[in-house]
């Protein structure tokens, strides 16, 4: 890894004076070592082991790829989850994370500045803890001296203040406070969760800093360090969800790399390394196979996490009931284990903490907000000193971190987690109230209502108006939580009276209407999983037979029809090497309707 050449700036006084090298070294090994205590285990997941899990352990490489930017895919993650998993490997080349900083053979320009892209849970913030880990014991990146984490959750924090990057180093990192960092230096900033910031980066700013003794604002300060004006022989890692990607200008970055999660075999040899019976670990593996939603999942580690703890459990105990088939009932099924948890730890019913956490995830995901303070915490009738309580005893759902100045960071364990907890509230309110809270613009009245039905009707409209579906997994949980399995795993929960069976056909009419009306394939896609939640196959099955049957030909099917045509080959599980259109009809409407087919199969 070469570093880029070090310019000293228009203003002396941002050069840090060198110190001796004897000092130098034996800071950087006290550094390394208190890094090394905070990222040896694994941080994405608490557990409730009383010994944390060594990330040397658990660790599983993942799949990271070059990417060159691109447009910004502004569809929910699952659905770019499901795409990814379609795709085929043999035309990319995979990445080390460790080495992002090398260029390629190709390049000749040294890497100053790496963008890393990926959908919730897929790993980012566990290949920036590895990255460090490695470097920390001396395996990798040895050419960097020191290595500076300042995950956009805790900058938050001082989004209000003023202070130099000096100070900001000072604050967070007070094992360096007596050092000053020399131009001969090699230093690494990491930004993780761009997604996660809320202040504003202006990159047409004219405001120049390039001054470390300088105070600005915190935007201030990054915009000009990922711009090369302040410390400019610097190296820049930044971590963000796809639709946040943009907010950094591409002539400020050097490379683009992609986090895929796990490749097939990568998910084998996670459950395998996380659980240590083998025959046990076969069966889970079999049983995710059998249903492609689940499995297709899989390849965020996050939810391999999830399903080897409802399944490790479910699996290897006898009369544990049915093992979940849909997203729906594994998430509940996790709910469950982790609320028996809060049931033996914690005197309080758990139905209240539920329900202010199910609100809390509702709120924040209609802002599309991951990560939450205390004043997000207080607009749900949470007080801090609650927070605390339900984060200790609820590790695997919801988390309080530490920032700056011992500021608290909240946050639900992942993204699909939030949706599910938010699906439950907008259900448990309704059969408990009778209330809509998808409705809240309209009067009370307007808002009670007698069917769950109408309340899946403003949740299927809502979810198709959405520009980026934001809204698809939630849509999808909270139909799920309807069906008669579902809420037979809810009274485990909370006592609740059950929605008909009358509503859920009411439910599958409107979305088939809705199917009908030439939604986009990706809408329509999601419309078919959310039949799937509420355990309707009508329509697929009635397609599966043409299909299978070689009955296509020539006959004319309705728009829903060839919707469930696409529906099925794109989550069949087989690669569609080549697909031959004149088997069926070549109008431009079917045309228009298969392109997503084309677009996925590598001959058509």
């Known amino acids: 890894m070469e570093p880029p050449q070090m310019s000293r700036g228009e203003d002396p006084s941002s050069e840090y004076r060198p110190d001796s090298e004897c000092t130098v070294t034996k800071l950087k090994e006290d550094f390394k070592l208190n890094l090394k205590q905070k990222f040896e285990c694994l941080q994405e997941v608490t557990t409730n082991q009383e010994t944390p899990t060594p990330l040397s352990e658990i660790y599983t490489e993942l799949y990271i790829t070059e990417g060159d930017g691109g447009e910004v895919n502004n569809e929910h993650e699952v659905r770019q989850i499901e795409a990814a998993s379609r795709r085929t490997v043999t035309e990319e080349t995979p990445i080390n994370c460790n080495d992002i900083f090398k260029p390629s053979s190709e390049q000749d320009k040294p890497i100053r500045t790496v963008l890393t892209k990926g959908v919730a849970g897929i790993g980012k913030t566990v290949s920036v803890q590895k990255f460090i880990l490695d470097w920390t014991e001396g395996k990798a990146n040895q050419d960097v001296h020191f290595i500076f984490p300042l995950p956009f959750r805790e900058l938050n924090l001082m989004k209000d203040q003023k202070l130099s990057l000096v100070d900001l180093l000072h604050t967070r990192f007070k094992e360096i406070k007596e050092m000053e960092i020399s131009r001969s230096h090699k ?99 079999t049983h995710l196979k059998t249903s492609r939603s689940l499995y297709i999942m899989c390849h965020i580690p996050v939810f391999c996490w999830i399903s080897a703890s409802v399944l490790e459990r479910m699996l290897g105990e006898a009369d544990s009931g049915e093992t979940p088939k849909t997203l729906t009932q594994m998430y509940t099924h996790f709910l469950i284990i982790q609320t028996k948890i809060i049931r033996e730890k914690y005197q309080k019913s758990d139905k209240k903490i539920l329900l202010k956490l199910g609100q809390l995830a509702f709120q924040q995901l209609m802002k599309g907000n991951l990560i939450f303070y205390e004043e997000d915490l207080r607009e749900c009738g949470i007080d801090v000193e609650e927070a605390s309580v339900y984060s200790g005893v609820c590790t695997q759902i919801f988390r309080e971190e530490s920032g700056l100045h011992q500021s608290k960071v909240y946050c639900f364990v992942h993204l699909s987690i939030q949706e599910h907890l938010a699906a439950l509230y907008v259900h448990l309110t309704f059969m408990k109230q009778k209330r809509n809270v998808l409705k809240q613009s309209q009067s009370s009245k307007l808002r009670i209502l007698r069917k769950i039905s109408d309340v899946h009707k403003s949740a299927v409209d809502q979810a198709l108006q959405s520009k980026n579906g934001h809204l698809d997994l939630f849509l999808r949980f909270l139909l799920g939580l309807s069906l008669q399995s579902n809420q037979t795993l809810l009274q485990e929960l909370v006592t609740h009276k059950r929605s008909s069976s009358h509503s859920k056909e009411k439910t599958v009419k409107y979305i088939n209407k809705k199917i009908s009306e030439n939604h986009s394939a990706e809408k329509s896609i999601n419309l078919f999983h959310c039949l799937n939640e509420l355990d309707d196959h009508s329509l697929v099955k009635q397609v599966q037979w043409y299909l299978q049957s070689d009955n296509l030909n020539g006959r004319v099917l309705s728009s829903s029809q060839w919707s469930a045509v696409v529906f099925v080959l794109l989550t069949s599980g087989g690669n569609l090497d080549e697909f031959v259109l004149p088997k069926y009809d070549r109008s431009n409407r079917v045309f228009l309707k298969l392109l997503p087919v084309f677009a996925e199969s590598r001959r058509a």
Not at 199 to 212: E, H, P
Not at 248 to 273: L, N, W
Request: proline residues 4%; aromatic residues 8%.
């Open 187 to 285: 230093v690494l900033f990491i930004f993780d969760g761009l997604d996660e910031c809320r202040f504003n980066l202006d990159f047409q700013s004219t405001v120049r800093l390039d001054d470390v003794t300088q105070s600005s604002s915190v935007e201030v300060m990054l915009t000009n360090l990922i711009k090369g004006n302040l410390l400019p022989s610097a190296l820049i890692w930044i971590t963000s969800r796809p639709a946040a990607a943009d907010q950094i200008p591409s002539e400020c970055v050097d490379r683009v790399t992609e986090v895929r999660g796990f490749s097939d075999p990568q998910k084998e040899e996670y459950f395998r390394k996380r659980i240590s019976d083998q025959s046990l670990t076969n069966r889970i593996i």
